[in-house]
T-cell receptor, first 117, second 115 residues
């Protein structure tokens, strides 16, 4: 069965610090998809990135970057020069490409990031 | 704004009652998903519909049911409500929802409180 683990329940940093959110996943499939979502205090879930299992290139989008390593089954998320607006709960999620499971997302427990001024 | 709409935003009801949550997907999206977010269970997948037909089922209770209509909007029906059903219910939509696991965009959620 697929599983996503976000071992860091809460992280607190001071503005302008870099912070890395860890995500470790388990799957028996060779084809799968990984996602990150952000849930700000207002409650909605905001899509950040989608990555398929065949693309191990790291990705950078502004202050955000993602490091995908199949060898360690990890898909970590780094925020550079954090800002107070980055304060939110961040979820890592996995979707397996199986006929029987549809496109369901399996979410990790989430990491509450607090950026203090 | 993801383009996915959910109504109502908040719902307060009593145990034993029945409620209906409504979701309109993004324009052009064929798949609709329902998720439940609670403190003890986290974010859990409930059910997926694709173009009007049930595509996949997760940990959805028998007291819960859903459907997707010809105009692609979806409704989640929760009956015989219990205190433990209090949660944030999200609807998401994606263009296809097939094996390529295209991106799901989430609505703002419906906060259900059962008293």
């Amino acid at each position: 069965a697929q599983k996503v683990t976000q071992a860091q329940t809460e992280i607190s940093v001071v503005e302008k610090e870099d912070v890395t959110l860890d995500c470790v996943y388990e799957t028996r499939d060779t084809t799968y998809y990984l996602f990150w979502y952000k849930q700000p205090p207002s409650g909605e879930l905001v899509f950040l990135i989608r990555r398929n299992s065949f693309d191990e290139q790291n990705e950078i989008s502004g202050r955000y970057s993602w490091n995908f390593q199949k060898s360690t089954s990890s898909f970590n998320f780094t925020i550079t020069a954090s800002q107070v607006v980055d304060s939110a709960v961040y979820f890592c999620a996995l979707s397996e490409a199986r006929e029987t499971s549809g496109s369901r997302l399996t979410f990790g427990e989430g990491t509450q990031l607090t950026v203090n001024p | 704004d993801s383009g996915v709409t959910q109504t109502p935003k908040h719902l307060i009801t009593a145990t034993g009652q029945r409620v209906t949550l409504r979701c309109s997907p993004r324009s052009g999206d064929l798949s609709v998903y329902w998720y439940q977010q609670s403190l003890d269970q986290g974010l859990q997948f409930l059910i997926q519909y694709y173009n009007g037909e049930e595509r996949a089922k997760g940990n959805i209770l028998e007291r819960f049911s859903a459907q997707q209509f010809p105009d692609l909007h979806s409704e989640l029906n929760l009956s015989s409500l219990e205190l433990g059903d209090s949660a944030l219910y999200f609807c998401a939509s994606s263009a296809l929802g097939g094996l390529a696991a295209d991106t799901q965009y989430f609505g703002p959620g419906t906060r259900l409180t059962v008293l």
